[in-house]
């Protein structure tokens, strides 16, 4: 008879034992998978088929409605992140009605979702009236800041003689807030000083609230941590990488606007002047590639009076904060403008933003509504306004009118 050998009981046993294995194996990633999808939203949308394929390149890019809807699933309510940042409103005791009508309707529209908290700021004490109907309507506990007289009084060293000439003149050139002090106090506070307050300062991003503002639409994200996760957001699309021009390829400082309008010529005769000066004297702090085709016509011989409405501003105060930007609001402030002329917020952290920040690191919310008497930005998709149950008419948006920089930014933005 012929022999067959013998086969050890291990070796019968060896491949059973592997499907075995793997099948426990292929068992607890299955499991992790499945969980992590329903706990995690993050999980869920990184390796959706629609991420896959966009990652990959394949198909259509999103629909604007998709792209809201990718959004709100990036960045639900219900996630356990957020950004380290605050809702910030500057505004006077006598403001309590503007800012309580504003709050409602951030609160209806995103914060009662996402519990964000709110910081009001002043120069002088707030009221009792005021904290009450304030509190009675924010979400969690608000705090309430007193401005350092240093940060917003107008300071020893300005001619007030030539100051107060020059505010009654602005008076009769019909100039808004010509003739005001106090509203120049504003904006030099507002350029070079809130992010420096003491209650500010534990906190990373800022969104500008003022009273008597409006939100027409749903607001379903969280628009700090897109800020915040820039290259993420932007994953699927092609997109170039720049060198910061200090040596750091991974900074993000990102600023966020949704109208960008004309600056009143009779505001700031030398500013754009002083602008030259300053970046001729720095030029290692120009961002590559900047916004200066949104700035200038021609080049940076002139400056066109863009800028944006920093009524609506949410922001990373690293920027402010950051070398570049703090060099160039001292060499503003070191000429006196604020005073001596009247020279906006809007324009000078425009022109900061534009210039030291990448143009890939600004942001244009076409998806958040926004008025402020008498500019109103709705959003321009159909679909979008009706997913974020809008209440705004695009025709009166100022997106495209005739004084509206918006062409000029996305030219701007085509350009780089």
Same mark, same amino acid.
């Given at each position: 008879?012929p022999s067959?050998p013998v086969?050890s009981?291990?070796?019968v046993?060896?491949?059973s034992?592997?499907?075995?294995?793997?099948?426990?194996i292929?068992t607890?990633?299955?499991s992790?998978?499945s969980?992590?999808?329903?706990t995690h939203?993050?999980?869920a949308d990184?390796?959706?088929v629609?991420r896959?394929?966009?990652k990959?390149?394949?198909?259509p890019p999103?629909?604007?409605?998709?792209?809201i809807?990718?959004l709100?699933?990036?960045?639900?309510?219900?996630?356990?992140?957020?950004?380290?940042a605050?809702?910030?409103?500057l505004?006077?005791?006598s403001?309590?009605?503007?800012?309580?009508s504003?709050i409602?309707?951030?609160?209806?529209?995103?914060?009662?979702?996402?519990?964000?908290p709110?910081?009001f700021?002043?120069?002088?004490?707030f009221? #009792? &009236?005021?904290?009450?109907?304030v509190?009675a309507?924010?979400s969690?506990?608000?705090k309430f800041?007193? +401005? %350092?007289p240093?940060?917003w009084n107008q300071?020893?060293?300005?001619d007030?003689e030539l100051a107060?000439?020059n505010?009654a003149q602005?008076?009769?050139d019909?100039v808004p807030?010509?003739?005001?002090l106090p509203y120049r106090n504003?904006c030099?506070?507002?350029?070079?000083?809130?992010?420096?307050?003491?209650?500010?300062?534990p906190y990373?991003?800022y969104?500008?609230?003022?009273?008597?503002v409006?939100?027409?639409?749903?607001?379903?994200y969280?628009?700090?941590?897109?800020m915040?996760?820039?290259?993420?957001?932007y994953g699927?699309m092609s997109?170039?990488?720049?060198?910061?021009p200090?040596?750091? #390829? &991974?900074?993000w400082?990102?600023?966020?606007?949704?109208i960008?309008p004309l600056?009143?010529?009779?505001t +700031? %005769?030398t500013?754009?002047?002083?602008v030259?000066?300053?970046v001729e004297k720095n030029?290692?702090?120009l961002?590559?590639p900047?916004s200066?085709n949104?700035l200038?016509?021609d080049g940076g011989?002139?400056?066109?009076?863009?800028?944006?409405?920093?009524?609506?501003?949410?922001?990373?105060m690293e920027?402010?904060r950051?070398?570049?930007?703090t060099k160039?609001?001292?060499y503003?402030e070191?000429?006196?403008g604020f005073?001596?002329e009247r020279?906006g917020?809007?324009?000078v952290?425009?022109?900061g933003?534009?210039?030291f920040?990448?143009a890939d690191?600004?942001?244009f919310?076409?998806?958040?509504?926004?008025l402020?008497?008498p500019?109103?930005?709705?959003p321009r998709?159909?679909s979008?306004?009706?997913?974020?149950?809008c209440v705004?008419?695009?025709?009166?948006?100022?997106?495209?009118q005739q004084?509206s920089c918006l062409?000029q930014w996305?030219?701007?933005l085509?350009a780089?």
């Open positions: 008879m067959f086969l009981r291990r070796r046993c060896a491949p034992r592997t499907v075995v294995w793997l099948a426990v292929t607890v990633i299955v992790l998978h969980i992590l999808l329903y939203p993050d999980y990184l390796t959706s629609s896959i394929k966009g990959l390149g394949w198909g999103p629909t604007p409605e998709q792209h809807h990718n709100a699933v990036k960045y639900p309510s219900n996630s356990t992140q957020r950004a380290n605050v809702l910030l409103m505004a006077r005791n403001d309590a009605d503007g800012a309580v504003s409602k309707e951030l609160e209806a529209r995103f914060n009662n979702r996402y519990q964000y709110w910081l700021l002043n120069e002088v004490p009221s #009792d &009236e005021f904290k009450q109907k509190s309507v924010v969690g506990t608000p800041g007193l +401005i %350092p240093e940060h300071p020893d060293w300005i007030e107060s000439a505010r602005a008076d009769r019909n807030y010509g003739g005001s504003m030099r506070f507002n350029s070079g000083f809130f992010y420096r307050h003491p209650l500010v300062l990373k991003w969104w500008r609230v003022e009273p008597d409006h939100f027409p639409c749903n607001i379903n969280d628009p700090f941590r897109l915040e996760d820039t290259k993420k957001v699927t997109r170039k990488i720049f060198v910061h200090v040596g750091v #390829d &991974e900074l400082y990102d600023v966020g606007f949704t960008t600056e009143w010529p009779k +700031i %005769p500013l754009w002047s002083t030259k000066e300053f030029p290692q702090y961002a590559h900047n200066m949104y200038s016509d011989e002139t400056y066109n009076r863009c800028h944006f409405w920093s009524n609506f501003e949410i922001a990373n920027f402010w950051g070398e570049a930007y160039f609001f001292d503003l070191s000429k006196g005073y001596y020279w917020d809007a324009p952290h425009s022109i933003a534009g210039l920040a990448r690191q600004i942001h919310f076409d998806d958040i509504g926004y402020h008497y500019l109103q930005h709705c998709d159909e979008v306004r009706s997913a974020l149950e705004c008419d695009p025709n009166g948006s100022y997106d495209y004084d062409r996305e030219d701007n085509a780089v």
